[in-house]
T-cell receptor, first 116, second 112 residues
Framework: GAVVSQHPSWVICKSGTSVKIECRSL??????MFWYRQFPKQSLMLMAT?????????EQGVEKDKFLINHASLTLSTLTVTSAHPEDSSFYIC????????????FGPGTRLTVL | GNSVTQMEGPVTLSEEAFLTINCTYT??????LFWYVQYPGEGLQLLLK?????DKGSNKGFEATYRKETTSFHLEKGSVQVSDSAVYFC???????????FGGGTRVLVKP
């Protein structure tokens, strides 16, 4: 399956700053990537679908101005948490859609964001 | 809407014990069903999947059968190892290319 990397793996920032998280598909050209958020000991919640060359599709309740997604190439999508606050502290995970029927997703290792 | 319900953990068992993690879903039609595993410090990995009723997915000694009549996809392993300690997520996908809906996850701890 596809190999997906994320950078950084862990970031600590001060409240009010912006943080950019990268998601790279290392061996597959991904027209679609997904961004999830995982709270401690909880499940993954889809935040948005990132489409190469077009605007991301956000899930209901996700602030698109706060969580900026850019999918500028077939191997890279970025998530920028703008003006981060402590409540944005979470584990952010991206995935790549692959498979003949596009029914498989391969996940990155995740990025842990801590906002002080 | 679509939803997935799985048993809450943590589940603690001894090595070589039998493991079952219950998963039921709510969705119209015939979604594809998945089990993902998240080992400590790692990302989610696809463990197994089934795309139609009565299909059995299997991998690494784990099995799950797609039961349309009971809307279930229970995960089983006959003899667990310490290395199976992880969080297991049941998930469904309504249509090809569509988004995944995850259950709450079940943490499994296997003691030697």
């Amino acid at each position: 399956g596809a190999v997906v990397s994320q950078h950084p793996s862990w970031v600590i920032c001060k409240s009010g700053t912006s943080v950019k998280i990268e998601c790279r598909s290392l061996d597959f050209q991904a027209t679609t990537m997904f961004w999830y958020r995982q709270f401690p000991k909880q499940s993954l919640m889809l935040m948005a679908t990132s489409n190469e060359g077009s605007k991301a599709t956000y899930e209901q309740g996700v602030e698109k101005d706060k969580f900026l997604i850019n999918h500028a190439s077939l191997t890279l999508s970025t998530l920028t948490v703008t003006s981060a606050h402590p409540e944005d502290s979470s584990f952010y995970i991206c995935s790549v859609r692959e498979g003949a029927e596009y029914n498989e997703q391969f996940f990155g290792p995740g990025t842990r964001l801590t906002v002080l | 809407g679509n939803s997935v319900t799985q048993m809450e953990g943590p589940v603690t068992l001894s090595e070589e014990a039998f493991l079952t993690i219950n998963c039921t879903y709510t969705a119209t039609g015939y979604p594809s069903l998945f089990w993902y595993v998240q080992y400590p410090g790692e990302g989610l990995q696809l463990l197994l999947k089934a795309t139609k009723a009565d299909d059995k997915g299997s991998n690494k000694g784990f099995e799950a059968t797609y039961r349309k009549e009971t809307t279930s996809f229970h995960l089983e392993k006959g003899s667990v190892q310490v290395s199976d300690s992880a969080v297991y997520f049941c998930a469904l996908m309504k249509a090809a290319g569509n988004k995944l809906t995850f259950g709450g996850g079940t943490r499994v701890l296997v003691k030697p």
